[in-house]
């Protein structure tokens, strides 16, 4: 089945420790996006990448990294400069960088410092 | 910068009746994209409805309605029939035309229907 896969689906970090969330996607999209949500609030864009090679900084890009290498696959390091990553990382890709196409997102995965 | 907001933290319905969630948007664009999205309990984002700015037609789904006010800037949504499976937090979300650009989200609303 077409779709987007993140992995783990939950994370603990210790303080100090990178971290790496995964995501696949295997609908042959161009765009790829991170977001972060936290309890009783909306998505923020951390990362986001139009096309292989190539990502530029969202709304609250700092303490993470990413990275964009191959098309299906743009994984999310949150670094120890991210003093409160507690929260929940949503993956989205959208099929080329037309505003008015549907972003898909995946099923997320949950970080929490301990 | 475009701001969107949902003024309705928590709203609560009654099986098969008909509820309307609020969301207003501030730009300066002209064409543009706007998007209700649900998020149930497993947190999975799902696309609900779009409706494009330059369409004066209302977007409708199913049992799903918009009321799409551009001179108001106001883009509600209907739930008519409401069902258990309705409930979720609702995410209003706005896009400029502009190739590339970012969707930018409200903060939600909570949405609970009662059986």
């Known amino acids: 089945d077409g779709g987007i896969t993140q992995s783990p689906k939950y994370l603990f970090r210790k303080e100090g420790q990178n971290v790496t969330l995964s995501c696949e996607q295997n609908?042959?999209?161009?765009?790829m996006y991170w977001y972060r949500q936290d309890p009783g609030q909306g998505l923020r864009l951390i990362y986001y990448s139009q096309i292989v090679n190539d990502f530029q900084k969202g709304d609250i890009a700092e303490g993470y990294s990413v990275s964009r290498e191959k098309k299906e696959s743009f994984p999310l390091t949150v670094t120890s400069a991210q003093k409160n990553p507690t929260a929940f990382y949503l993956c989205?890709?959208?099929?080329?960088?037309?505003?008015?196409?549907?972003?898909?997102f995946g099923e997320g995965s949950w970080l929490t410092v301990v | 910068a475009q701001t969107v907001t949902q003024s309705q933290p928590e709203m609560s319905v009654q099986e098969a009746e008909t509820v309307t969630l609020s969301c207003t948007y501030d730009?300066?664009?002209?064409?543009?994209?706007l998007f209700w999205y649900k998020q149930p309990p497993s947190r999975q984002m799902i696309l609900v409805i779009r409706q494009e700015a330059y369409k004066q037609q209302n977007a409708t789904e199913n049992r799903f309605s918009v009321n799409f006010q551009k001179a108001a800037k106001s883009f509600s949504l209907k739930i008519s029939d409401s069902q258990l499976g309705d409930t979720a937090m609702y995410f209003c979300a706005f896009r400029p035309e502009t190739s590339g650009s970012r969707l930018t989200f409200g903060e939600g609303t909570q949405l609970t229907v009662n059986p």
């Open positions: 989205a890709s959208q099929i080329d960088r037309y505003s008015g196409n549907t972003i898909y």
């Open positions: 730009t300066s664009e002209s064409n543009y994209y």
């Open positions: 609908l042959n999209h161009d765009a």
